[in-house]
């Protein structure tokens, strides 16, 4: 059993690094802040959708230490986490805002880091 689980996490994460993730996404945030952002939430959110819809694999664990600044080449570093507890970085950079909406990119790492013991 827990080789199948480690296998089908090594698995989405091979999908994930091999894909071409370079995927454009956009997000609307709320009106009133003079520099849009969008929630550390809202963004691992988002990131998740992107990427199991790219790969065609569930929802994965995502999380996002900050909200992202709507200022074009603003990055930030998101982390998704397995079921077996291994990880994989993911790069996020704003290539546009428009009015209050921001758009970006996501990469993901080509190498997954293993679980900590």
């Known amino acids: 059993m827990t080789a199948t689980r480690l296998s089908a996490a090594t ?22 802040s003079s520099t849009p952002k969008l929630s550390k939430d809202k963004l691992a959110d988002t990131v998740a959708e992107k990427l199991a819809a790219t790969t065609g694999q569930p929802k994965p664990d995502v999380t996002c230490p900050e909200d992202l600044v709507g200022k074009v080449g603003t990055t930030t570093r998101c982390k998704l986490t397995a079921d077996d507890g291994s990880t994989l970085g993911i790069s996020v950079t704003v290539s546009s805002v428009e009015d209050k909406q921001i758009n970006f ?9 293993p679980a900590a013991n």
């Open 11 to 32: 698995s989405i994460l091979s999908v994930i690094a091999a894909g071409v993730l370079l995927v454009g996404c956009s997000a609307s945030v709320s009106v009133g």
């Open 105 to 113: 990119g996501i990469k993901a790492d080509e190498t997954a880091s």
